[in-house]
């Protein structure tokens, strides 16, 4: 990207360039060293993405705050966005009934069940023919079917998510 106003001189010319890097690999040792190295690198030059798989966000080895040093994306089959309306509102509601944060398997029975109840208050006893005619967001999980090469629908609903520098983290 060449940035140029109509009043500048050669001097004034600016480049800005992006350095992308894809990291996958089954080796933990080297995505967990090459993932911080990355996030180290960027300290420098903030024009980094990193483009990895969503396992590194669990890592013990990963340093907390490399993802969002190096601009990381990622697409991940769960991830809550924490600061989502529905969110709040639903970690209240499940404090309030069960004392307690709610889990991975609290938000997931919850996507589950919303999308389900909801595609059968839409179109009745034959909603399993609607699938792939109905998405939906959920708290933690995205439902998108498409049909399958065999009898049923596959799940191909995905988040991307995007982590910045300023510690923040967001769906796209």
């Keep these: 990207e060449l940035t140029i106003s109509h009043t500048s001189t050669v001097n004034d010319i600016q480049l800005a360039r992006t350095t992308r890097f894809i990291v996958a690999s089954d080796d933990e ?31 013990d080895a990963i340093h907390s705050e490399t993802l969002y040093r190096a601009n990381a994306r990622m697409a991940a089959s ?60 959920g708290l933690q999980a995205d439902f998108r079917f498409e049909e399958s090469a065999t009898k049923g629908a596959v799940n191909r609903g995905v988040r991307r998510v995007v982590f910045t520098p300023d510690l923040s983290a967001s769906l796209k």
């Design 29 to 59: 040792k080297y995505l967990c060293t090459s993932v911080n190295n990355i996030g180290n690198l960027a300290l420098r030059n903030p024009g980094i993405i990193l483009y990895a798989q969503s396992r590194l966000r669990t890592s």
């Design 78 to 137: 769960y991830y809550v966005d924490y600061s989502s309306g529905d969110v709040k509102d639903f970690i209240l509601r499940f404090r309030a009934v069960f004392g307690t944060e709610p889990s991975s398997f609290a938000y997931s029975g919850y996507d589950t069940m919303h999308y389900f109840a909801s595609i059968v208050a839409t179109y009745g006893r034959n909603w399993f023919k609607k699938l792939p005619d109905y998405s939906e967001r």
